[in-house]
């Protein structure tokens, strides 16, 4: 008996609902139900959602019968992998942290033994603050994702401090099974994370396990080094040591430069809608058109015109009348090679559709470059998103049982493979990575083209539905 029918039988049971009752509620045979629980018949989604409804779940109940369907039906592996990249795009948040951070206090800091975090926090924190605020200034890391605090505490530390290189190496699990990349997922969290910083961010990455490596008898497998110090950090945080002399800085440098021979790059990384332009057109360029798009909001950049532009742009910006000729040179070369390409799907979810309706706001464009739209060009703007389906554009809204997108969080699947990611780290401030690493791409790719196919978006006609709806909202507010 599969793990699905076992759990069916149990809510069953706990319900005390007679199965004659059941196969009523769900408008199922009721031979057909009795195969169904006993795993001598493979439920479908549609069956699935007619059972689901049929015994009245609670929203745990529901997301505990939801695992064991998608494992019976995609498998165990499938599942594991696809449902911890959707973790990832629903529960990323990059934001200041919350605990004090250290200043630089005067004097040289700190040196030789450092005993518990507190201690290590605060010394860490201090000299990495030290270096952003010198001219030019880097940061040297070798740390996993386990050192929350450092990860949390980046970007406060660096709030307004961009002058500032932070050189990244990550150590990625290399005996994972191939379904399991959970803590790859974790380090490409963290790095997301200290791009948050606002520096230039630059990771790096190399494979080996990282429980041997970073734990057992390892003493300081962790370093950070600036130009005052290096310290040296247990995987726990729990001691360090801290070194201050100018041999012992550069020693430690050296041995870095050398580590990031050995490594490889993990993603590079754009700053500004002005940079995000060109870089998605050198993206189009020199690879393959994307193949899938998921974000909360609906990709609707390319529906734009110039004179929904020009009643919004703040013209009192320098170069404003450039930015708005770069973004309709970028709308014309995508839009003009739409129609040469197969199918692109876009998905996005009714939180992020409702932002848009309520606010006016593309959360690519900043504030300060864009006024709120207007009711009628928002209406004007999902009519024609809602048109592209006559293209070669596909777009659907996610179910809510699917894990929710953040609003700053975009990720784009090209058709080789290569994968974008486009994060607010700050209101208003943007990071862009094209994902490097293979396994973490497959990951993205590998969820986005299960969507559909796992029933976990709505239909085509579902969706038209939906974004009528809302056009006929926005219609009444004119």
């Known amino acids: 008996m599969s793990m699905l029918s076992e759990k069916l039988k149990e809510i069953i049971q706990k319900k005390q609902i007679k199965m004659y009752t059941l196969a009523n509620l769900c408008n199922i045979d009721r031979a057909a139900l009795y195969k169904y629980v006993n795993g001598d018949r493979k439920i479908s989604m549609e069956v ?42 629903s529960s990323f948040r990059v934001a200041p942290a919350e605990q004090p951070v250290s200043k630089a206090l005067p004097g040289p800091g700190p040196k030789g033994a450092l005993y518990g975090s507190l201690e290590i926090n605060h010394a860490v ?22 050192y929350e605090s450092l990860f949390q505490a980046l970007p406060a530390l660096a709030l307004e401090k961009g002058n500032c290189t932070i050189r990244h190496i990550l150590c990625l699990e290399g005996t994972e099974k191939s379904g399991d990349n959970r803590y790859n997922l974790r380090c490409l969290r963290a790095a997301m994370q200290a791009a948050g910083s606002g520096c230039t961010y630059v990771p790096y990455y190399y494979y080996d396990n990282v429980h041997a490596h970073f734990s057992n008898n390892n003493l300081l497998p962790c370093l950070v080094v600036t130009g005052g110090c290096a310290i040296q950090i247990s995987s726990r945080a729990e001691y360090a040591l801290c070194h201050r002399e100018k041999e012992q800085v550069a020693f430690f440098q050296k041995l870095f430069a050398e580590a990031v021979k050995k490594s490889q790059p993990l993603c590079g990384k754009i700053h500004t809608l002005a940079e995000n332009l060109p870089f998605d057109e050198q993206m189009t360029l020199n690879r393959e058109p994307p193949r899938y798009c998921i974000s909360a909001e609906p990709c609707l950049i390319p529906c734009l015109s110039r004179d929904m532009l020009e ?13 708005v000729d770069q973004l309709m040179e970028y709308i014309r070369g995508q839009n003009g090679e739409r129609g040469g390409r197969s199918v692109q799907i876009d998905y996005f979810t009714l939180e992020g559709l409702d932002y848009f309706c309520n606010t006016g706001r593309i959360w690519q464009i900043p504030e300060f470059d864009c006024a709120p739209l207007p009711a009628r060009d928002r209406h004007e703007l999902l009519r024609r998103y809602s048109t592209m389906w006559s293209d070669s554009r596909v777009h659907l809204m996610l179910r809510p049982e699917i894990p929710r997108v953040s609003v700053g969080l975009e990720a784009v699947v090209c058709r080789g493979g290569a994968v974008c990611l486009i994060q607010e780290h700050h209101p208003n401030a943007y990071a862009a990575f094209l994902l490097c690493e293979k396994s973490l791409s497959y990951c993205f790719k590998d969820l986005l083209s299960s ?10 006609e579902e969706t038209r539905a939906v974004l009528q709806q809302k056009m006929e909202g926005l219609k009444a507010q004119f």
């Open 451 to 460: 969507l559909e196919k796992s029933g976990g978006a709505y239909t085509q």
């Open 48 to 89: 699935f959602r007619q059972l689901a409804e049929g015994l009245r779940l609670s929203p745990e109940e529901r997301a505990e019968l939801t695992a064991c369907f998608n494992i019976a039906d995609m498998g165990e592996e499938e599942y594991l992998r696809r449902s911890c990249t959707a973790e990832f795009l």
């Open 125 to 146: 924190q201090a000299a990495v603050r030290a270096e952003m605020e010198r001219n030019n200034g880097e940061v040297l890391l070798m740390a996993q994702p386990e």
């Open 311 to 323: 009643r919004s742009v703040n013209w009192h910006l320098p170069g404003a009348g450039a930015v």
